[in-house]
C-alpha cells in the first residue's frame, strides 16, 4: 500500500515552508464545491447533541468548529493532527463552540484515544498522505464505538484532467506519478479497505470536483513542482513551461479553464462486538 515516499503532507512540520501548507488549507476551505463537500459530510455523521467527534488529520480545523456547532454544549469535537503548526492555527481559530473543539497532536496510526472512545470519525484527504492507511483505518475502527460511523474520503490523482490548449503537456504535468500524495489512488481503494477492515454496511459515494480558478488549481495541485520535475527528467524549457502557465492564466481570463477529477467517500459502521468483531 505505501506506493511512494512521503509528501510534504504527510511530515508538515518538517518541510521546507510549513506555512504553505496551512495557507493552501485556508485558501481552498470557501471553494464552492469542497465547502459544500464539507457540510454534506458533516451531515452524513447524523451529529447529535451530546455526540463525541474525531476529525482525523484535521489541517487548520474548519471541519472541527463547524461539526462543534452541531454538537451542542454537552458534546465533544476533537481534532488530531500530527503538525503541531496544523494544530497551533486550528486551537487559535475562533470557536463559536465555546469549549466543545479540542485539538491534539497526534498520528493517524497510533490515535492518543482509548477504545470506543467517540461516536463517530472522519478523516478528509489525509489517507492518500499515510504510510499506511490500513493500520490508520483499524485505529478509527478501535476509536469508534460499537454502532458508529466511520467516514473517509479521498481523491483519486489518477482521474484529474485540465481543459487548456495543447492536451500534449497537459497530461504530462497532470500525470499520476506526479501528484502531490504518497498513496495517489487512494481513493478507489477506499471501499475495499471498509470492507477487509469489517465495516457493516459499506456505502461508497464517487463526486466529480471541479474547479474553474486556475490559480487554485496552480497552488493545490502544485503544477509548479510538476512542471520542475519535468524539466529536471525531460527536454521541457522554463521558457515552455512558463507559456504553459500563462494559457491557463489566460484560460481563466476567458472563463474558460476547467479542472475535474473524482473524490471517492466511503462510510461504514462499527459492528457490534468491539474491535473484535
Ligand atoms: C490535505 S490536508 C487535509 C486537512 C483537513 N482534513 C481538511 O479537509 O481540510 C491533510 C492533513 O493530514 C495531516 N496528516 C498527514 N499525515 C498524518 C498522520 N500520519 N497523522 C495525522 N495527520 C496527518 C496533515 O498534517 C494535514 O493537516
Known amino acids: 500500500m505505501d506506493e511512494r515516499e ?10 521546507a515552508d510549513p506555512s504553505y501548507y496551512t495557507a493552501c488549507l485556508e485558501a481552498v476551505t470557501d471553494h464552492e464545491w469542497l465547502a459544500r463537500a464539507k457540510r454534506a459530510s458533516h451531515m452524513r455523521l ?3 447533541e451530546g455526540d463525541a467527534i474525531l476529525d482525523v488529520g484535521c489541517g487548520v480545523g474548519a471541519d472541527v468548529v463547524a461539526l462543534a456547532e452541531l454538537v ?10 500530527n503538525s503541531r503548526r496544523m494544530i497551533e492555527r486550528a486551537a487559535g481559530r475562533p470557536d463559536p463552540s465555546a469549549g466543545t473543539a479540542a485539538f491534539h497532536v497526534g498520528d493517524a496510526h497510533d490515535l ?5 472512545a467517540f461516536d463517530s470519525c472522519r478523516a478528509e484527504r489525509v489517507f492518500q498522505h499515510l504510510a499506511d492507511p490500513r493500520a490508520a483505518l483499524a485505529e478509527l475502527r478501535r476509536v469508534t464505538r460499537p454502532g458508529g460511523l466511520v467516514w473517509v474520503a479521498d481523491p ?6 485540465l481543459d487548456v490548449p495543447d492536451d500534449g503537456l497537459a497530461e504530462r504535468v497532470m500525470d499520476v506519478g506526479l501528484a502531490p500524495a504518497r498513496n495517489p489512488r487512494i481513493g478507489r481503494r477506499l471501499r475495499g479497505l471498509f470492507v477487509e477492515a469489517g465495516l457493516c454496511d459499506v456505502e461508497l459515494d464517487a463526486d466529480a470536483m471541479v474547479w474553474t480558478d486556475p490559480d487554485l488549481v496552480r497552488e493545490s495541485f502544485r503544477l509548479e513542482p510538476r512542471l520542475e520535475r519535468l524539466r529536471t527528467e525531460s527536454e521541457l524549457s522554463a521558457r515552455r513551461a512558463d507559456e504553459w502557465l500563462d494559457t491557463l492564466r489566460r484560460a481563466g481570463e476567458r472563463d474558460e479553464f476547467l479542472a475535474v477529477g473524482t473524490a471517492f467517500t466511503v ?5 457490534d462486538g468491539g474491535t473484535d468483531g
Open 112 to 116: 492518543p484515544y482509548r477504545a470506543d
Open 267 to 271: 462510510v461504514g459502521t462499527v459492528p
Open 156 to 161: 483519486d490523482w489518477s482521474t484529474f484532467g
Open 46 to 48: 447524523d451529529p447529535t
Open 72 to 81: 451542542g454544549s454537552t458534546g465533544r469535537v476533537v481534532g488530531v493532527d
Open 6 to 15: 512521503p509528501d510534504g503532507w504527510s511530515s508538515v512540520d518538517e518541510s
